[in-house]
């Protein structure tokens, strides 16, 4: 496997990697205000196709990131999705991969909204699933409180709104524990770094609504769908600390994390400690929808071409 793909995407082209470089200067503020998203897509070796999970809403989120912290970029949402699937076709991608567009200030003022501009890069790099391999974690929560809306609002990707993250994920790591879990201002649970959080109980999915300080999440999106169509009832509401002590079953979800088991938190085990029924059965139905295995949902998969380039022998 090579280290690196042959391509990014910056400031209008196709770019090879290793001239796509800055000057040190230009570091240090430059990301602050920065957006970005996280995307991933799926190898299916059957159809020799790889299939990017929920391309649209991910680019649509990317625009609305941009719009908030008002850095507009000139592409829209189809040519956003075209330009990653170029990338895709152009590096041969034929794995599971985790696409990141970033969007920064490439304008001369970083005070005066009018000067900014936004400039567009977009990365890949390989990252094969966890879904599915008995992969569980330990979480704990942490006392950093999850920032807000009027603070610093947690329902963009602005680069900065993950300093939070990493306060709660250091403190619990040095703590012995894998993951951290964020309550907001309020005291109930907003959402980890990087991921949201879903609890199962007597039937029901129950996980922090939008107004908890969380990312509006397209992999939860996802899989309340799915969760419903499995017949359990699915609620969004503001959650205490303690259900997660006497939850039936608890899962990180999101792009990184896909479906990630909790079996402890703050020490209690989460039942009986192994990941639990309607968790399993989630993660194998959501890697079956990403990859295309499973026919289900095809609306939330965009293929990129390379079976239809490799039947054709083009380049
Ligand atoms: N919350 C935060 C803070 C995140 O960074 C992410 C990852 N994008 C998520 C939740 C999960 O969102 P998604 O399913 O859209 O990747």
């Not at 990301?31 to 929920?54: D, K, M, P, S, T």
């Not at 699933?129 to 603070?151: E, F, M, P, Q, Y």
């Not at 949201?196 to 999440?217: F, Q, R, Y």
């Not at 990859?291 to 609306?299: A, F, I, L, V």
């Amino acid at each position: 496997m090579a280290e690196h793909p042959t391509y990014l995407w910056w400031k209008g082209d196709l770019v090879r990697w290793e001239d796509a470089t800055v000057h040190v200067t230009d570091l240090a503020w430059s990301a602050v205000g920065g957006v970005f998203e996280g995307i991933r897509a799926y190898w299916n070796e059957e159809q020799e196709e790889l299939n990017v999970f929920r391309l649209r809403e991910h680019m649509q989120r990317l625009k609305d990131s941009s719009r908030m912290v008002r850095l507009p970029i000139e592409q829209d949402v189809d040519d956003l999705v075209q330009i990653t699937l170029d990338l895709l076709k152009a590096n041969d991608t034929r794995e599971d991969t985790y696409i990141f567009p970033f969007v920064y200030n490439g304008g001369a003022a970083r005070f005066d909204p009018r000067q900014m501009r936004g400039t567009l890069m977009v990365r890949t790099n390989p990252q094969p699933t966890h879904l599915c391999t008995g992969h569980t974690t330990r979480a704990k929560v942490s006392s950093w409180t999850r920032i807000s809306d009027n603070v610093l609002p947690p329902r963009v990707k602005n680069i900065s709104n993950y300093r939070n993250g990493h306060l709660a994920l250091h403190e619990v790591k040095l703590d012995g524990y894998d993951v951290a879990l964020l309550l907001n201002p309020q005291g109930k649970l907003a959402e980890a770094p990087g991921a949201c959080v879903m609890l199962i109980k007597n039937g029901k999915l129950i996980t922090p609504d939008t107004a908890s300080g969380i990312l509006e999440s397209i992999t939860r999106d996802a899989l309340m769908t799915l969760a419903r169509e499995r017949g359990l009832e699915v609620v969004e509401r503001t959650v205490d600390r303690t259900e997660l002590y006497t939850a039936d079953e608890v899962f990180l979800c999101g792009t990184a994390f896909e479906i990630t088991p909790i079996v402890e938190v703050d020490h209690y085990a989460v039942a009986d400690g192994k990941t639990g029924p309607h968790t399993l059965a989630l993660e194998e139905k959501l890697l079956g929808v990403m990859r295309g295995t499973d026919k289900d949902h095809p609306e939330w998969r965009t293929p990129v071409g390379v079976a239809r380039r490799a039947a054709t022998g083009s380049a």
